[in-house]
């Protein structure tokens, strides 16, 4: 079992700032997040709540969405080909 550090080098977590983590959940299956978003905590982390159609909703307070100035592309394949890249 590798610890928390080894991960966090491992997947350079480290190069934006995150230098140690109590715990480390890395490609969840799609169960496993529904199950650590709505699961009831004890902390002060903020849970989703399953709707009446099975989508998971986060009330975010006031802070609603990305700032309109935080706006990036990815250059990858399926899309270089289509963004003029000045």
């Not at 966090?8 to 230098?19: F, S």
């Not at 969840?28 to 997040?33: A, I, P």
């Not at 006031?62 to 990036?72: A, E, I, L, M, V």
């Amino acid at each position: 079992m590798t610890s928390s550090s080894e991960q966090i080098k491992r997947l350079g977590l480290d190069k934006v700032g995150i230098a140690e983590a109590s715990q480390l959940f890395y490609n969840l299956s799609y169960e496993e997040l529904f199950h650590h978003e709505t699961e009831n905590c004890d902390n002060d982390w903020s849970k989703g709540t399953v709707t009446s159609c099975g989508a998971v909703t986060v009330d975010t307070g006031r802070f609603t969405g990305r700032s309109p100035k935080d706006k990036y592309i990815v250059k990858e394949p399926g899309s270089e080909n289509n963004i003029w890249w000045a």
